[in-house]
Nanobody, 124 residues
Framework: QLQFVESGGGLVQPGGSLRLSCVAS????????LAWFRQTPGKGREKVSC????????HYAEDVKGRFTISRDMAKNTVYLQMDNLSAEDTGVYSCAAESVGGCSDELYEYDYWGQGTQVTVSS
């Protein structure tokens, strides 16, 4: 069974940190482009970070640069999103996604596998 299971969301105070994880089962993440999306009521679903398997580069939305870090552990078949110095504007449902072509597409339909989504709430 092919699954992409997320964990790590929760409630955190402004300035705090969280690490999100997505574990893949039934397929290997090797060669996949990997991305994290954030969904908020006002902005819909937007890509906040991605890993391009082609050139092994990482990319970040402007508002998370310097604060978020995407990484992967191939031994654990897991992709992570380390989020530091969180603010209320980071609140939303975060979803991981994997694209078999290996790139960092902005198009949701390009992604083959999705995590179930995890709520991140930044509030004092």
């Amino acid at each position: 069974q092919l699954q992409f299971v997320e964990s790590g969301g929760g409630l955190v105070q402004p300035g705090g940190s969280l690490r999100l994880s997505c574990v893949a089962s039934g397929f290997t993440l090797d060669g996949f482009g990997l991305a994290w999306f954030r969904q908020t009521p006002g902005k819909g679903r937007e890509k906040v970070s991605c890993f391009d398997a082609g050139d092994r580069s990482t990319h970040y939305a402007e508002d998370v640069k310097g604060r978020f870090t995407i990484s992967r552990d191939m031994a654990k078949n897991t992709v992570y999103l380390q989020m530091d110095n969180l603010s209320a504007e980071d609140t939303g449902v975060y979803s991981c996604a994997a694209e078999s072509v290996g790139g960092c597409s902005d198009e949701l339909y390009e992604y083959d596998y999705w995590g179930q989504g995890t709520q991140v709430t930044v509030s004092s």
